[in-house]
């Protein structure tokens, strides 16, 4: 259990907390992409995100800012009491100036990709606007579990993001690598870190499982680098026997 100040909730402990289901997290991992920001093994993966493009909700204010330049135009043109000068035009076409540069923005922003190395033991956070991507070891990640609120102030569930450990300014280096069910993408994330314990449940890992129980078997199967609330046994019964059998766990 985390512990809370009186001002903060602590961040999440390096710990597999539950375990991550099918319709909440591993089907993001359904197969190895044939995409190249995404990679999916044993060694390392590549989430992406957000990519930069098309955004609904930004294409949604585009229009909408052309139809309200267009309303408040044809209603200076027929209007006795209102005068069309360059005055007024920038002052109508003020929403549509800004629904266009929040579209524009949608395809200069820098795909959000999460990079996490199995083997070296590095987390990449995914950028945030512009910042650059920040990596750092895994045992350095700060990552919370952010309650978000709706626009009448009411709770909208809780998403999973990190914190840049080196930047304690206020409201800055804030990555966001969930947007919701934060225990279990953390316990995801945490087991597949852990090189010591066999691949997370996934179908994307399923043609590694055997090459990487063979790696840890050569190794004499080391205790596990984290803890964890959950069993995560071998793919087989067989392979769980010989786990035990030689490294005792």
Known sequence: MTKKSWWKEAPLPFKILTYPTEDKVTKWFEQESDNKKETF???????????????????????????VTIIFTLLALFSENVKFDINYFWSCSGFFILSALFWLYSFAIP??????????????????????????TFTRATVYRVIMSGADATLAGAKLSAR?????????????????????????????????????PAKAFDKYREQDFERRKAEA???PLYPSNIPTPEATKEQRAERKKIGGW
Not at 46 to 60: C, D, P, R, T, W
Not at 112 to 129: E, Q, V
Not at 175 to 197: C, I, T
């Open 111 to 136: 795909n959000k990709i999460l990079t996490l190395n199995r083997f070296t033991g590095i987390m990449t956070y995914p950028s945030y606007g512009f910042y650059p991507h920040f990596t750092t």
């Open 221 to 223: 199967f080391p205790k």
């Open 41 to 67: 093994n044993q060694e390392q993966f590549q989430l992406l995100l957000a990519s930069k493009g098309v955004s609904i909700g930004a294409l949604y204010f585009f229009v909408l800012g052309i139809f």
């Open 164 to 200: 840049n450990p080196y930047d304690s300014g206020v409201g800055r280096g804030n990555y966001d690598l969930a947007d919701g069910d934060p225990e279990e993408w953390w316990s995801f994330y945490v087991w597949y870190m852990d090189k010591n314990r066999p691949l997370p």
